[in-house]
């Protein structure tokens, strides 16, 4: 009776966060970018242009474009891993088509349009995956490509299917500042994202030990798809005696998920350790040198306020 509770309850907030993120993105769609003709990536930002050349609504064609995406997933990854982002991607591509006669279109300063634009998009998006859903698109294409290509990472898939849409966008239009709006919305709602789910310190992330009889592969998928390092500890076993190696790795807050999925797939029995990292520097995280002259500063800082 009690896990009925808790479920029923993890469905309440997961339907009340795909409805708030939803109405922020569709805002976003509706009020800010498709009116000012920009295609802020994405399959949102080819239903967008095909809403301007055929007239069809943003949502339907949205809906239209991920079901072979969702089809094709369901297939290479099964069903409990996608529900999440069926669910998101009909109730997202809904939201924008419902609320398309009740909300307003501004076509006013460009500013305004990429910031507010930006910021709903990332706000909305970030809801949504707090919950563990997507809303499909190049996210989901770029994760079924990594799949069979590799050599690319999962950012570099999305980054250029991304920019094949932005740059299509500027022949759809017939304008070039449009694209060029697209990457600065693009932009601005990536980074509301991260600060929403992961915070604003690039220097902080997660230490994982992870501990596999298939390590090796599991180290050179984090080095190719995440492009982390990863050290090979020596391990001998207190009880088994047996000898091995533990995998150490530091990721970034939002690469914990993405490093999971990895490990899982190769190996669902790998035992992982997860600790909470305060400070990270060095390449890819904090610069080491820009942490030290800001320490010192603020010692200088602390300094000069004690003798006053």
């Not at 802020?40 to 239903?47: E, F, I, K, Y």
């Not at 294409?141 to 050599?151: E, P, S, T, V, Y």
């Not at 230490?207 to 984090?222: D, G, L, T, V, Y």
């Amino acid at each position: 009776m009690l896990e009925q509770k808790k479920k029923m309850k993890n469905l309440l907030i997961d339907g009340a966060m795909f409805l708030a993120g939803s109405f922020l993105f569709a805002i976003s769609i509706d009020t800010f970018t498709a009116p000012n003709q920009i295609a802020a990536g994405g399959l949102t930002g080819v239903a967008t242009m095909f809403n301007h050349l055929f007239g069809i609504p943003i949502g339907t064609a949205n809906i239209l474009m991920n079901v072979p995406l969702l089809i094709w997933a369901y297939v290479e990854m099964g069903y409990q891993i996608i529900i999440k982002t069926v669910i998101a991607t009909l109730v997202s591509s809904a939201m924008i088509d419902i609320m398309v006669p009740y909300l307003p279109q501004y076509q006013g300063d460009p500013l305004i349009t990429i910031v507010f634009g930006g910021c709903l998009a990332g706000l909305g998006l970030a809801l949504i995956m707090m919950r563990g859903g997507t809303t499909g698109g190049t996210e989901l294409a770029a994760n079924l490509l990594a799949l069979h290509i590799r050599g690319l990472s999962l950012g570099k898939f999305i980054m250029i299917i991304d920019l094949i849409i932005v740059m299509a966008s500027a022949v759809v239009y017939h304008d070039y500042e449009s694209p060029l709006y697209a990457i600065l919305v693009i932009y601005i709602t990536s980074k509301v994202i991260d600060a929403v789910l992961y915070g604003m310190d690039s220097g902080t992330g997660k230490m994982m030990f992870i501990i596999s009889p298939k390590n090796e592969e599991i180290a050179h998928r984090i080095m190719d798809d995440l492009e982390r390092g990863v050290t090979e500890l020596h391990s001998r076993g207190a009880y088994s005696k047996k000898e091995g190696t533990v995998l150490f790795c530091a990721v970034g807050r939002q690469e914990v998920y993405k490093t999971y999925d990895i490990i899982h797939e190769i190996d669902p029995d790998a035992f992982i350790v997860v600790n909470d990292v305060g400070e990270i520097t060095g390449l890819g995280f904090r610069d080491f040198h820009q942490y030290r002259n800001k320490s010192k500063d603020k010692k200088k800082k602390d300094k000069k306020n004690a003798n006053q």
